[in-house]
């Protein structure tokens, strides 16, 4: 086991709600990185928050937002869901944006 | 866009055989490779890393190479045990932030 938690583990949403997904990081990390893993592919990379900034974002819309907390935990919101977004959301944490990532459970979503 | 390869897509080895996964990558500045293990209903475990620096690493039954000039770079896995049964995942580092670009994933299937 790796440290890193998230929260909800399931999650159904109707098409057009808003979700919120969180994310404890590994103690001395001060990183958290988020990726999107449709079923039966690799992860893709949201966006990486440091130090409470965002950090880097990847070819995700800005309905994709997120946020780092003084204690480095995280939350990932996607407003105005789409049937497109069911997937596993993985959060990732590290020492900084070179380190090793390693990652949490997932939180399922799935839209209807 | 910057991509990851990854092959096979499934490969079956006899319980006690070795088994090969490569990876190719696109993005000539990439210079962290890690790989991540899968078990189902689980997130991403990282397994072995390798930075650009170094050609070759090894921990116990795994060894990761790596061919800067060919950008590619391989998992090898000796003496299978049924417990290495699981999805495995090659990634580059993409960008200052390291964000990972991930290959489609190899499902391992360790035969009795």
């Known amino acids: 086991e790796t440290g890193v938690t998230q929260s909800p583990t399931h999650l159904i949403k109707t098409r057009g709600q808003q979700v919120t997904l969180r994310c404890s990081s590994q103690?001395?990390?001060?990183?958290v990185s988020w990726y999107q893993q449709a079923l039966g592919q690799g992860p893709q990379f949201i966006f990486q928050y440091y130090r409470e900034e965002e950090n880097g974002r990847g070819n995700f819309p800005p309905r994709f937002s997120g946020l780092q907390f003084p204690n480095y935990s995280s939350e990932l919101n996607v407003n105005a869901l789409e049937l497109d977004d069911s997937a596993l959301y993985l959060c990732?944490?590290?020492?900084?944006?070179?380190?090793?990532?390693?990652f949490g459970p997932g939180t399922r979503l799935t839209v209807t | 866009g910057e991509n990851v390869e990854q092959h096979p897509s499934t490969l079956s080895v006899q319980e006690g055989d070795s088994a090969v996964i490569k990876c190719t990558y696109s993005d000539s500045a990439s210079n962290y490779f890690p790989w991540y293990k899968q078990e189902l209903g689980k997130g991403p475990q990282l397994i072995i890393d390798i930075r650009s620096n170094v050609g070759e690493k090894k921990d116990q039954r795994i060894a990761v190479t790596l061919n800067k000039t060919a950008k590619h770079f391989s998992l090898h896995i000796t003496e299978t045990q049924p417990e290495d049964s699981a999805v495995y995942f090659c990634?580059?580092?993409?960008?200052?932030?390291?964000?990972?670009?991930w290959g489609a994933g190899t499902k391992l299937i360790i035969k009795p």
């Open positions: 990634a580059a580092s993409m960008g200052s932030n390291y964000q990972l670009i």
């Open positions: 103690s001395g990390h001060n990183t």
């Open positions: 990732a944490s590290s020492r900084g944006g070179d380190d090793e990532q390693y």
